[in-house]
Nanobody, 123 residues
Framework: EVQLVESGGDLVQPGGSLKLTCAAS??????MGWFRQVPGKPREGVAS???????QSIADSVKGRFTISLDNDRTSSLQMNNLTPDDTATYFC???????????????????WGQGTQVTVSS
């Protein structure tokens, strides 16, 4: 099974930027997605991208500030700008073997997960 490894999480001040990267060990399937979670809350879909369909989706909560890209067929990046304390979370990369993975960005449509990387936005 493919393995995913996230990197790039860090402590950043409000208004700052971070770029998260997800590297896959093999074929990713139909989509790569990014999710985030804070303790006690459900996992939230942030962005998805499909090299198969040539489409992507960004959650309304981060639209205009976050962008998703595929650097190659095994690496996805999440560029996060103008970060706020509400963006503080553990961010997970995921891959999907399901065709309906782009929108809505639902965790149950993703079957392979990375270990997560912590993003903390604080002054």
């Amino acid at each position: 099974e493919v393995q995913l490894v996230e990197s790039g999480g860090d402590l950043v001040q409000p208004g700052g930027s971070l770029k998260l990267t997800c590297a896959a060990s093999g074929y990713i399937g139909y989509c790569m997605g990014w999710f985030r979670q804070v303790p006690g809350k459900p996992r939230e879909g942030v962005a998805s991208i499909s090299p198969h369909f040539g489409s992507q989706s960004i959650a309304d909560s981060v639209k205009g500030r976050f962008t998703i890209s595929l650097d190659n067929d095994r690496t996805s990046s999440l560029q996060m700008n103008n970060l706020t304390p509400d963006d503080t979370a553990t961010y997970f990369c995921a891959a999907s073997a399901y065709r309906d993975c782009v929108q809505p960005i639902r965790s149950e449509k993703y079957n392979v997960w990375g270990q997560g990387t912590q993003v903390t936005v604080s002054s």
